[in-house]
């Protein structure tokens, strides 16, 4: 038996790395792949929990996609695997990001963004059809339809790095509304491990003691980076304006520019998005050398993922007594339909500068149906792009 279980953990692990290394587009183009690998494929999960898992995620701060796979790998083996599947999740996209930040330093960028010029319309088109993907799964209600329209509107017509967070509490509170609506379940009293969230506290606040008593440019910049993944509600999209204002406007660590080039290298990179604190973080210590680069990566990517990893160990253990409330369950109506009409608004956001441009409107469309006849995988679809990248 313990050998069958071994087995199975070696294949998610694989699993794992194959969705590290074809997840583009986002939090809601990475759970559809999820569905279809994790679920569809391999059955580790159901549909149901799936998208629960991704509700809750949701709501916490940290990555959303990062959580909900670590939650995923947490379920199936505990915490020593699910620190196996964080790790193997984010090691491609942190590679990839921090060689970015050595060819920001030593090489012209600009042949680094032509060679991903078409994998950025690729990306848009694997945000559309995550978008739809999910849409048609979870909208299945007038309210539900109605909060996708409003979140949509709201977040393209007010783009502030706090639409995200609010649009998901009140999508949220809108449905918990409807609690009456749901089964009644027998409730036990919630029993809360408190360990992981003393841990999460205890490490922000002896970072930030240890980095004003040593000035030690490593020790202030996990503190840096382990705070705005505390305060990261919303996912990347939140995460790039928090690093802007600290790392840019205020320290100046990076240029505008570097920073710009970041963002743009982050969105053709599969993976978590939050993996642009890896790039900010070399960036941070390029005068220290080599070493310093990668010193600085190693320490931001540690920062940035560590809080909402702790964070979602605490909630796990309790989860499935708190989902018997009927409005936490009634919530995640609202939740996920608020969460689809902000990825509609960054899909269309994400198109408008390309939308002049025909190769890229071109590729956006054969890349949709692509998608939408399901019949080539999606990482051979970007290894496709990076190939006419080099070509042309």
Request: aromatic share 14%.
């Amino acid at each position: 038996m313990a050998k069958t279980r071994q087995i199975r953990y070696i294949i998610f692990l694989k699993d794992v790395l194959i969705l590290a290394l074809t997840c583009f587009g986002g939090v809601q183009a990475h759970l559809a792949m999820f569905i279809e690998r994790l679920v569809h494929k391999h059955n580790y999960i159901t549909e149901a929990e799936l998208m629960e898992l991704q509700s809750l995620c949701q709501v916490l701060p940290g990555p959303t996609s990062t959580q909900t796979i670590t939650a995923i790998g947490f379920r199936l083996g505990g915490p020593n695997l699910a620190y196996l599947t964080l790790f193997v999740w984010v090691l491609p996209a942190v590679s990839l990001m921090t060689a970015a930040a050595f060819g920001i330093t030593y090489i012209d960028k600009t042949q680094l963004l032509e060679i991903t010029r078409f994998i950025k319309p690729m990306g848009v088109a694997f945000i559309i059809f995550g978008a739809y993907a999910i849409g048609t799964k979870i909208i299945k209600t007038k309210t539900s339809i109605f909060l996708l329209i409003l979140a949509a509107s709201a977040a393209y017509f007010f783009r502030s790095p706090y639409t995200t967070p609010l649009w998901i509490l009140l999508g949220g509170l809108a449905t918990s509304l409807k609690f009456e609506e749901q089964e009644k379940m027998k409730k036990d009293p919630i029993k809360i491990e408190w360990a992981n969230f003393f841990l999460w506290l205890g490490v922000l606040v002896v970072s930030a003691a240890l980095g004003i008593i040593t000035q030690s440019l490593p020790v202030r910049l996990f503190e840096n980076f382990y705070r705005n993944g505390s305060l990261a509600f919303g996912g990347g999209q939140i995460l790039k304006p928090l690093l802007f204002n600290e790392f840019v406007e205020f320290k100046n660590y990076l240029s505008a520019d570097e920073f710009l080039s970041a963002i743009a290298i982050v969105e053709v990179t599969p993976g978590p998005i939050f993996s642009i604190a890896s790039f900010v973080g070399s960036l941070s210590m390029r005068e220290w050398g080599v070493s310093g680069q990668l010193l600085g990566s190693a320490i931001a990517t540690t920062g940035i993922f560590l809080p909402g990893t702790f964070l979602i160990f605490f909630v796990i253990r309790f989860w499935e007594q708190l989902k018997k409330y009927r409005g936490i369950r009634a919530s995640l109506e609202g939740i996920n339909a608020a969460s689809t009409g902000l990825t509609v608004a960054a899909a269309i956001s994400l198109f408008e500068p390309m939308g002049t441009d025909w190769l890229s409107v071109i590729t956006v469309i054969l890349t949709l149906i692509i998608l939408y006849s399901r019949k080539i995988p999606s990482y051979l679809i970007i290894l496709g792009g990076l190939a006419l990248g080099f070509i042309f």
